[in-house]
Nanobody, 115 residues
Framework: QVQFVESGGGLVQPGGSLRLSCAAS????????MGWYRQAPGKQRELVAE???????YYVDSVKGRFTISRDNAKNTMYLQMNSLKSEDTAVYYC?????????WGKGTLVTVSA
């Protein structure tokens, strides 16, 4: 049974930084493309960053240059370093495979960017 547990969210001022973590159970983590998704109030969930097992990275244009995705396969953990945060980054952040597997969604971690 695969489970993802997100952590590291919180309240931060515009321009601040946060580091999110995704702890994974199950053997797929080291081989599957993994991604960070977010869902802002009233909006659909979107993929914001993706990392392949070989290290290739993808970022949605709105976070390029500000967010960095990484993974530690030995620890079954993925990270999202978020810098220069903006109010529009406010959302619940989730991790999952790419493409997402419905049964693997966790509870997410809330990031609120506000003065």
């Amino acid at each position: 049974q695969v489970q993802f547990v997100e952590s590291g969210g919180g309240l931060v001022q515009p321009g601040g930084s946060l580091r999110l973590s995704c702890a994974a159970s199950g053997s797929i983590f080291s081989i599957a493309p993994m991604g960070w998704y977010r869902q802002a109030p009233g909006k659909q969930r979107e993929l914001v960053a993706e990392i392949f097992s070989g290290g290739t990275l993808y970022y949605v244009d709105s976070v390029k240059g500000r967010f960095t995705i990484s993974r530690d396969n030995a620890k079954n953990t993925m990270y999202l370093q978020m810098n220069s945060l903006k109010s529009e980054d406010t959302a619940v952040y989730y991790c999952n495979r790419v493409p997402a597997t419905t049964n693997y969604w966790g509870k997410g971690t809330l990031v609120t960017v506000s003065a």
